[in-house]
């Protein structure tokens, strides 16, 4: 998860932050796991409260070409106008994960950035055990 998160990075100049959260169905509540870009103080997210929230309960790709428009967004940073969230299925189809993209920049994910986005996030999901 490390490596997907800097390779994400690297590959798309404009993700300022990309970070994955770890579900926890027994509490409801998503964790913080590996992240690039600034700290956040969103370590622990509970299902239903912001995009990430919203992607626990919806088990949907959520994508905001805008997060000033959004009635549910949690500001990471003040800095932050787009963002994407894309659930993570297990073998099983159980979403454990979600991979949680911010940018500077409105309309930054374009459908060929989500679906390459998606290939990892279906990638990682293959290799949870």
Known sequence: MVKAVEFLQKKHQNFD???FYLMNNDEKTLHLGPFVGAPTDHKVIP???GICGQVA??????????VSKEDNYIACSIETKSELVLPIYDKNGT???????????????????????EEVCAEIGGMWS
């Open 17 to 19: 932050w990309v970070g």
């Open 47 to 49: 299902y239903g409260k």
């Open 57 to 66: 309960v919806s088990g949907k790709m959520y994508h905001s070409s805008d």
């Open 95 to 117: 979403l454990v994960a979600q991979l949680d993209i911010d940018s500077h920049e409105k309309e930054t994910f374009t459908p060929d950035v989500i679906a390459s986005c």
